[in-house]
């Protein structure tokens, strides 16, 4: 699911590293709210190739993961917000054995650059401890892959103006579900 707003320079970027990758079968869900700028005209250049796209007000970045996740009817939802990209075309397929184990979240590691106006800089961090979750999200959320039906049933916060996501999971993790780290 990709979550957008206004976004049109970095949008088409994100959605070719989704079209991308070479595990199959993907669905993708594009939910923009509502842009002022060129994004809708850009997400409907992959019209073809996208499952569904909408474009409508929304009430800010959770409510619009929500109704990625309700638009969706795959096992599995990733998000990859507008400016996200996969390290790789295969990330997904390296995934196929924890896709198919009993596991309920997959959290994975993730690779960002930040750039400022003196330099650029690139890391990597590996998922952190699930233990640990109520003092820190333990990876990023491009990183972390629920089982649909949990993400239904424990939908994003949207009175939280950020965080709703490491909220989402300790909420998953309280209902003892069962989650998975990869590298």
Known sequence: VTVVRNADSVIAETMQSVLGQDYTP????????????????????????????????????????NKGAELASGEWIIYMKA????????VLSSLRDPLTSAADVIL?????????????????EYPGDVEALLKRMPTSHQSTLVRRRHVLQYPFDTSYRWCADQDQLLR???????????D
């Not at 409907?44 to 409510?63: F, H, K, L, M, N």
């Not at 400016?83 to 295969?90: H, M, P």
């Not at 994975?108 to 990597?124: A, I, M, N, P, S």
């Open 26 to 65: 993907t669905e993708y869900v594009v939910v923009d709210g509502a842009s002022s700028d060129r994004t809708w005209d850009i997400v409907q250049q992959y019209a073809g190739d996208i499952d569904t796209a909408v474009s409508e007000p929304d009430e800010g970045i959770y409510d619009a993961m």
């Open 83 to 90: 400016g996200d990209t996969f390290a790789s075309s295969d």
């Open 108 to 124: 994975g590691g993730v690779r960002k650059v930040l750039v400022d106006e003196y330099e650029t800089r690139r890391f990597q």
């Open 172 to 182: 998953l993790q309280a209902a003892g579900k069962k989650f998975r780290t990869v």
